[in-house]
Structure formats: C-alpha cells, structure tokens
C-alpha cells in the first residue's frame, strides 16, 4: 500500500499562483510513476502532469507552460507548480502513482492506468 497525501489547495484570483504538495514513502522514489489528476464538479477526472524516475514529465495540453511537475527526493514530496491560474483549472487535485514497467516512452496521464490515490485537495480560482 502507498499512501500519498496532497497539501496546499486553497483559493486564489484568477493569475495567480499555488503549488500543491503531495507526500509519499520514501521507499517508492524510483518505482513509481507518480502524477497529479484533477477532476471538476460534472466532469471525469483528467490527467494533468504525471512523472517518471528519471524527471521524464508528461503534460496535458490545456496545462503546457503554466503547471510544472517536480520531485524532492530528500523530502519525499512530489509538487504541482501552478502559475497563471484560469477559473477552469478550479477542481479537485488528486495526487496518484502506480508502479512502472518497461515499454512506456512517457509517464501515463490516463487515470486507470494509476494504482494508489490520495485523498485530494481543493483548488478554486476566482475571476
């Protein structure tokens, strides 16, 4: 089991920033994909950025240049660097990993591909 818990949602201005937080055991640095999924109120959770390993990332288009995934290995804690914030990036962020295998070029942004879930932590941006 893995448990992962998210931090650091909250409510900002639309052009502002946040950077979301997510804890995870230290044990699982290097065999993981981890990522981070968002899910609005009547829609289906989507995958945001996701990464490897190795720093290899993944991003969805709608997000490319403005959230940036990254890894503190020292701290366990994988981030989600949120700049220029849109009212459609308001949702539910979910942090997620699963364990890798080979064949894969990028880390996977589907969610069913994802194993292990934390409990998510709310962002909401005002225009």
């Known amino acids: 089991q893995v448990q992962l818990v998210e931090s650091g949602g909250g409510s900002v201005q639309a052009g502002g920033s946040l950077r979301l937080s997510c804890a995870y055991p230290p044990y699982s640095a290097s065999s993981y994909y981890m990522g981070w999924f968002r899910q609005a109120p009547g829609k289906e959770r989507e995958g945001v950025a996701a990464?490897?390993?190795?720093?290899?990332?993944s991003y969805a288009d709608s997000v490319k240049g403005r959230l940036t995934i990254s890894k503190d290995y020292a701290k366990s804690t994988l981030y989600l660097q949120m700049n220029s914030l849109k009212p459609e990036d308001t949702a539910m962020y979910y942090c997620?990993?699963?364990?890798?295998?080979?064949?894969?070029?990028?880390?996977?942004?589907?969610?069913?591909?994802?194993?292990?879930w934390g409990q998510g932590t709310q962002v909401t941006v005002s225009s």
């Open positions: 997620a990993a699963t364990l890798r295998w080979r064949g894969q070029k990028a880390p996977p942004l589907e969610q069913y591909k994802y194993t292990y």
């Open positions: 990464i490897d390993s190795d720093g290899t990332t």
